[in-house]
Every structure is written in structure tokens, then in C-alpha cells.
Nanobody, 126 residues
């Protein structure tokens, strides 16, 4: 079982920045390396893949709407995932969720993940 606790959301004006964090625990030898990342969901919309990283290969995957503005990173030392979000705009307003799993085909597909954080709200105003 993997336990995820995400934090760092808040309110910011358009053009501003926020940094989200996700603390992971409950690793075992079998799932020490996995896909970890962020999804978001706005009211009335489907959950959307934002950014994913594989914790061993360090390969990253970004949603089209955030590429070039958001940067995902992971520290193996303290099992912490981070998402640096720059140049935020109102369309980025959503609940952001940390997610993780070991074997994932289609890393930006939220249906592939078993483990989820509780979510942190990001609100971007004009």
C-alpha cells in the first residue's frame, strides 16, 4: 500500500507561480520504482493528466496544456514529489491530485492509477 499526502495549493493571480508537494510512504521493495505524478479536475470536467515522472528512469510526461510552464521532479532520498507551476492562468484552476502506481501503460491516463492523495485546490484569478 502506498500512502500519498499532497499539499501546496492556494490562490494566485494570473501569471503567478505555485509549488505543489506530495509526500509518499508505504513503499516496499516491489514498488520502490513507480510512476508518480499529478492530475487535476475542474468542476464538471474529467480528471486530466498534468505531469508524470518515473522515479527510476526519470522520464517525464506532460499534458499539452501545461508543457513548458510546469516542471515535475522527484526526490528518491525523501520520497517527495514536486510540481513547480509557472505562468498560471485561470484555466489551471482545479483540484490537483497526486497519484502513483507501479506498472502503468499510458502514464497520463488517470484510470491506470490505484494510489491517490486527498487533493489540493489551486485557484488562479485574473
Amino acid at each position: 500500500q502506498v500512502h500519498l499526502v499532497d499539499s501546496g495549493g492556494g490562490s494566485v493571480q494570473a501569471g503567478g507561480s505555485l509549488r505543489l508537494s506530495c509526500a509518499a510512504s508505504g513503499y516496499t521493495v516491489d514498488n520502490a520504482y513507480m510512476y508518480m505524478g499529478w492530475f487535476r479536475q475542474a468542476p464538471g470536467k474529467e480528471r486530466e493528466g498534468v505531469a508524470i515522472i518515473h522515479t527510476r528512469s526519470r522520464r517525464t510526461y506532460y499534458g499539452d496544456s501545461v508543457e513548458g510552464r510546469f516542471t515535475i521532479s522527484h526526490s528518491n532520498a525523501n520520497n517527495t514529489l514536486s510540481l513547480q507551476m509557472n505562468s498560471l492562468n485561470p484555466e489551471d484552476t482545479a483540484m490537483y491530485y497526486c497519484a502513483a502506481d507501479t506498472r502503468v501503460s499510458g502514464p497520463l491516463d488517470h484510470r491506470k492509477y490505484r494510489y491517490w492523495g486527498q487533493g489540493t485546490q489551486v485557484t488562479v484569478s485574473i
